[in-house]
């Protein structure tokens, strides 16, 4: 099972972009956690945003914290990640990841994954 991100291109600083992920041939049940993590060049993988499937709750890196939301879709079985204020150095490939059970940070945690699409902010 691969899950599939779009909605990334490029945006000057300042703009806004929305990023959606689905997951053919996989249903979210209520112990999946949906993630989103980022990764520049030359760096690692950082936690964005991870939401709970059954609605228990969000949690957002404190450096996106009032700017990036994740949500989902339950009648879509898809996982948003709506970015505003975006800066610079926001600039990176984001991957949208699936755990089952596990709430947290670390990708190790997440058992699916994507190939990521590009966001680059840039004036």
């Known amino acids: 099972v691969q899950l599939q991100a779009s909605g990334g291109g490029l945006v000057q600083p300042g703009g806004s972009l929305r990023l959606s992920c689905t997951a053919p041939g996989l249903t979210f049940s209520s112990y999946y956690v949906l993630g989103w993590f980022r990764q520049a060049p030359g760096k690692e993988r950082e936690f964005v945003a991870a939401?709970?499937?059954?609605?228990?709750?969000?949690d957002h890196a404190d450096s996106v914290k009032g700017r990036f939301t994740i949500s989902r879709d339950y009648a879509k079985n898809t996982v948003y990640l709506q970015m505003s204020s975006l800066k610079p150095e926001d600039t990176a490939v984001y991957y949208c990841?699936?755990?089952?059970?596990?709430?947290?940070?670390?990708?190790?945690?997440?058992?699916?994954w994507g190939p990521g699409t590009q966001v680059t902010v840039s004036s």
């Open positions: 990841a699936a755990s089952v059970g596990y709430i947290g940070d670390n990708p190790a945690g997440y058992k699916y």
């Open positions: 939401v709970s499937w059954r609605g228990e709750g969000t």
